[in-house]
């Protein structure tokens, strides 16, 4: 029998005629930067009674991890991305010794293990985590779980089977609608996964429990916006796009009837939300006919395209596919139907010029001044199996980094990078600091 056929039950023990509650304390830690990441992991539980079996809690505060006493029956759950695992580690530090499991899963475990498991994790997830967190679950009720990873199988990767819906969170995170990548873009590690799409039954089934709820937002989160539903990298399907799109939006706010799969569905969303964070665009996928779907559907005035670069010669050595030219088409494309443009750029890659740096200024300042475009820069972070997984980022001088700033005094630019730098200098002190022989392997 499966995981998702088992029946999950656990007797209470009795003692001097009391019932003594043995279920497990599950403790799930929460941040403002993984709460998106838990309800569809509970939602594999709840489906299948798991989690009535466990007692779940939820530390949002830090001062929960000083007050709780833990023990060896414990388990705690995290969910992080690599910039993240400095602050996790300090607070494994503080709980090892009480003998409860730490589990983590999420990014940075997605593509490295080792400097996990020297933090202090004793379980990992890598790969889609709904079943294995489902067999997980079965394997703590078992008492069968061993030190070690949960990986998923090719079989689990199954992203219609569960929504994003918890009982224990109040939030409904985006749905995710396209997971994984067909790109191997070096800065990044999304392509851990490997591509697939949630059908229309399964997007149904969230927009008919966002209704219940009268929640008025649906947005999506796709790696790649256009690509949904197409058969190979690059390529789009509008039909499978625009099929998501006029399944939000209700007939009769339409003025039409609305006919296919989507037929008997009458949702009312106020805001859908499609090609801008977090389902952004490449921009060799930017067609005419894309950008008149969404404008038909969206309530977004922008979308947001993934730019990276000005330079031609950096596009190729990232494998981006694409050319700084297409970005400017793709700004063009947008525009003429009526978007801003929002382009996301990432500086300080490894072995960046200056030249370089001059060049990204100038391209921005030439497209702002001929389109209605607004830049949103990131610092490079090497994230762990990327391309780029073990390369050291480099760093603006401080005239550099004036020049940028102006940017941001003339409205062009908003500065996300400032953190994202101080978060990639904390990140490399903190392993040169506490794991030099990792540190060592950047160059
Ligand atoms: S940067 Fe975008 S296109 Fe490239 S691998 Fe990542 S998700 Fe895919």
Redesign the pocket.
Known sequence: MGVQGAIFQKSPLVAEGKIIDMKKRIFIRVFPFNILSYPVLLNAWEKNGVDKEFDIKIIDKPDLIEKTAFNKDDVILYSFMTPFLPLVHSEIEKIKKSGVLIVGGGPHINGEQELARAVGFDILFVGPAEESFLRFGSDLLDNKVREGIYRSSSQDDNLNSYLPISKYFKTIPPLEIMRG?????K?????LNRAAFRNLDSIRAYFEEMQRRKLQRVNFIS??AM?FGAVKARQTDIGQIEAVLKLARSPHSRGGAISGSAAGSAFDFKLVEYGIFPS?I?PDTVCDAGMKILKKYVSNKAVTI?A?SSSDARLKEL???HSAADTEKAVEIANANGFLANLDFIIGYPGETARERTALIEFIKRLTGKYRVKTHLHHFFPLPGSGFAYRLPSFLSAREKENFLELKKDGISKVGWIGNERQVIDYFDWLKNRFPTFYERYH
């Open positions: 990548c067909r790109w191997k873009c800065y990044c590690n999304t392509h790696p790649s690509e952004e490449r993934g990276q494998r981006r596919g």
